[in-house]
């Protein structure tokens, strides 16, 4: 879920009719600035649910699983006397990859793969979870934690009323659609048609969570609830960053296409209203044991009400396809980023550019967009330190065991 792609953050460019999420913002404290910390599932989510940033985890490259020896949210809830439930419908986060840690209830019966419409099956995964958890507490008061992921939006994008009769949805595979783009054979109708596609999944998931609210009304809970909507990174639908080849999906680089998310709060006594210092995801898990009035510490994480707001938000990638297609597919990706939460710089450095590591520069406060790198000057600290922050890989660290930064 792109940040763009919503009425809270986008203004005009805002496609979607989100009339549910449009209220809910309304209602809620909304952060103008979050940032994953990567720009693809397995290492952003991993960074959510322990409070680590991707190097300190070790969740980087594809199926890496979620070694046992990390702390995660739903452990620290279990832990405060809660009852956890949590409902996955992403493939490549399951149980076996050690993700399921400290949820009473786990299901990942709709985690399936890229294809077909899970947003509705899942708000009904979420309904059967917190009722059985309703029904096994000892006494009323006892607390409940759910956490639900939904795939949508995600390719592939399946085609609404509004938009099966689009000319792009003759593309059934992702890897077609993009030997497309590479080759410059999609008009701008068809990259328009491609942004209606996303944006109608979008709108799913904006009926979706309607209609949990709604049943969380029946059950005289909304009210009381603290509900934290946000994603684990954005999209790409045919842009082109930082002067790249244009690209359909995500994985690719720091972008703010990418790697900027909505986040949004909502919770009894606090007020609505607007954030506009830039914050991380790896803040969320801490954020929401500090609003259910848990203590202790989440890996790295702060809550997003510290005294003290974090200074440095860092991202990272470092994604190999599983299969790489001519003309279809980038290469392998490593890079790292920071963002400094006071001045809005932005800097990346891309560890496989060629010649040798390069840095790029961007002022988020007055290009937002990133459209125009900061000129080439001398590398300051903050650079520096990112180019010598971590070697070629990981030195086989992949989540097997928690590492040390």
Known sequence: MRADFLG??????????TPFLDGLAASSLVFDAAHATAPWTQP???STLTGKWPWQHGVTRLLAPLGDGHRTLAEAFDEGGWHTGGVMTNFLIRKKGGYAQGFDLWSEDLARGHEGLSAEAAVDELLVSLDTLTHARVSPDEPIFLFGFFFEPHWRYEPSDKTRDLGVTRFSELKDLRAALAAGQLSVADLAELRQLYAGEVERIDHALARLAAELEK???WDDAVVI???DHGEQLGESTW???PWVGHTVDLSETLTRVPLWIKAPGLAPGREARPVSAIDVGATALDLAGLEGKLGEGRSLFAKTPRERLFMHVDFEPALVQAGSERKRTLMWGVVDATTRHKWVVDHLAEGGPR????????DPREETPLPAGPITPTLQTLLGLVPADLNGRRGETPSQP
Do not use: K, M, V, W
Request: charged share 25%; glycine share 14%; proline share 3%.
């Open 229 to 231: 909507f946000t994603a």
């Open 44 to 46: 952003s989510l991993a």
């Open 8 to 17: 809270a953050y986008a203004g005009d460019d805002a496609l979607p009719d």
């Open 243 to 245: 002067g790249a080849d």
């Open 359 to 366: 840095g790029i520069e961007f002022d988020l406060a007055t």
């Open 219 to 221: 059950r005289g809970l």
